[in-house]
């Protein structure tokens, strides 16, 4: 079993920035891809990044490439998410994703990210 909690999210300033953590518990060492999704309000939920564990290899959605990074710490067991020039369509519950090694994924409870001057 793997449990996801995110933290980070609030309320930003256009232009600004924030910093999603998600701290992984559990099987980890069977989790093959990790990730964050988003979903606005009446959106669907749409990929942002995603990140293989074994090669480190990384691919974010076009409108995000450039300005949001996702990265893994290891000792903390932790994905990260680092967001910058954030824009107001940026606005979203942000979820933390993993797939393990038999392809079933695994979700985060989601984080309110708001951008709003």
């Known amino acids: 079993q793997v449990q996801l909690v995110e933290s980070g999210g609030g309320l930003v300033q256009p232009g600004g920035s924030l910093r999603l953590s998600c701290v992984v518990s559990?099987?980890?060492?069977?989790?093959?891809?990790m990730g964050w999704y988003r979903q606005a309000p009446g959106k669907q939920r749409e990929v942002v990044a995603r990140?293989?564990?074994?090669?480190?290899?990384?691919e974010y959605a076009d409108s995000m490439q450039g300005r949001f990074t996702i990265s893994r710490d290891n000792a903390k067991n932790t994905v990260l998410l680092q967001m910058n020039s954030l824009k107001d369509e940026d606005t979203a519950v942000y979820y933390c994703?993993?797939?393990?090694?038999?392809?079933?994924?695994?979700w985060g409870q989601g984080t309110q990210v708001t951008v709003s001057s």
């Open positions: 994703w993993a797939m393990d090694n038999r392809y079933q994924t695994h």
């Open positions: 559990g099987n980890i060492f069977s989790l093959n891809v």
């Open positions: 990140l293989d564990t074994s090669s480190g290899a990384t």
